[in-house]
DNA sequence: CTATTGTTCTAATTTCACTAGCACAACCGA
DNA sequence: TCGGTTGTGCTAGTGAAATTAGAACAATAG
């Protein structure tokens, strides 16, 4: 399964799933034009709620990574499959900052401050 | 005033505060030694409660960045410092973000996927 | 000694994630 | 056309976590 989730990480199950789906189309694990599990599917597969799925979904598409439509899913648009020429600089940025000893929070902390301007 | 809040950022107000005091170290504003300001007078200047800055000081000390005690206040520590040489890192890899569109929760989903491995 | 500051405690309120179930509308394939 | 699939929208309830509030207490600085 590309998707995975846990309870107990302290982060919220849905933005566990739209974080898998944003990794996954990045590194091009998921191509445009692709879809998604079907909510319904992926929610028994995850022993979660179909609600959780949509809510996770709902965010893609609010980000445009994904379209939804009735009948047809959650297909990854064009969007999805740009920067996957930041993964280089991505690893070499947490490899880094594991050599200094700086945690991901501080790392999180930097790019969200960083990006607002 | 170095640390500000936004109540409907969707981010929790203790982890606003605590992620503004890392990237403010990171980035030199805050020098090992330097003492943050009394969580009475900082609640009181965020219009926020006592608890949810010290919840935001004491996430900070179990991060190793500041030394909490009583009648002294928080002080920076040495560890807090560290990453400064990550800045241009950061700076650079947002700035490859934009310019192809990738949106800040993409770029965190990656850091996050990237880390306990 | 006195004022400051974090620590600890109880308690109430509020917000949000998650679950549950249902009806509905758009879409697809046969 | 028809039937199954899929997201949308709604109401409702539960539980955990964030936030607020107020108080007493202990360590520290001056």
């Known amino acids: 399964m590309l998707i ?45 709620n ?9 965010d893609l598409r609010d980000e445009g990574l994904v379209d ?12 999805a499959a740009r920067g996957a020429s930041l993964l280089d600089a991505v690893r070499a940025l947490v490899a880094e900052a594991r050599r200094e000893d700086v945690g991901p929070q501080t790392l999180i902390s930097l790019i969200r401050e960083e990006y607002p301007a």
């Open 4 to 48: 995975r989730v846990d309870p107990g990480s302290g982060v919220a199950i849905y933005d566990q799933i739209a974080a898998s789906v944003r990794a996954a189309a990045t590194r091009g694990a998921l191509s445009p034009g692709e879809r998604l599990p079907a909510a319904r599917e992926l929610a028994e597969a995850l022993d979660v």
């Open 68 to 79: 939804l439509r009735r009948g047809r899913g959650a297909v990854v648009t064009d969007a």
């Open 50 to 58: 179909v609600h959780t799925v949509l809510r996770a979904y709902q």
